[in-house]
């Protein structure tokens, strides 16, 4: 699916803004995050150099993340109040509470690791928002998540542009 997503985007923003944009772009998006934003970067999509890449998809996936630290339950509250949005407000809520045991549990490094490893439902709009609705402390929280992305970073670039590299 995030292959798609991201062939999406590329397609749908090639040869309107720079190649770097549609990297920061992507990162900047649920779901796809820093992984979508190198994945469209790497030989396969855009082949955009790794270390022109690496700072505009760490930006664009850190960027969103203090925002939902600090403003996700004031919103996941007011649209729960809606009709149109109730549904959407605790599918999230919900998918919050799937992951908490596993942060709570390992608290800090397990935030870390659950933003740095790149699976389906993992990342740093993931795993700030289960940390928001565990109270976990910003400056840890906002930490966790530099170093999870940093982490995620890493893995991606190897996936992205070593392995796929061999590919294209």
Request: proline share 5%; glycine share 8%; with cysteine.
């Amino acid at each position: 699916m995030a292959n798609k997503l991201v062939a999406f985007f590329t397609s749908l923003l090639a040869g309107k803004v720079g190649n770097e944009l549609i990297c920061f772009i992507i990162s900047l998006f649920p779901i796809l995050e820093l992984r979508g934003g190198l994945l469209a970067a790497s030989p396969a999509f855009l082949d955009v150099p790794m270390r022109t890449a690496l700072p505009w998809c760490i930006i664009g996936n850190l960027l969103p993340i203090p925002f939902v630290l600090l403003l996700i339950e004031k919103i996941l509250e007011w649209m729960e109040q809606w009709k149109l949005t109730r549904g959407f407000a605790l599918w999230l809520k919900k998918r919050a509470d799937k992951n908490k045991e596993k942060i709570e549990k390992y608290g800090f490094w397990g935030l870390v690791l659950f933003v740095g490893i790149p699976l389906p439902g993992t990342g740093a709009w993931t795993g700030s928002l289960v940390a928001a609705l565990l109270h976990m402390k910003f400056r840890k929280s906002m930490t966790a998540c530099i170093l999870g992305v940093l982490l995620a970073s890493v893995i991606m670039c190897i996936i992205s542009y070593g392995i796929l590299g061999l590919f294209v």
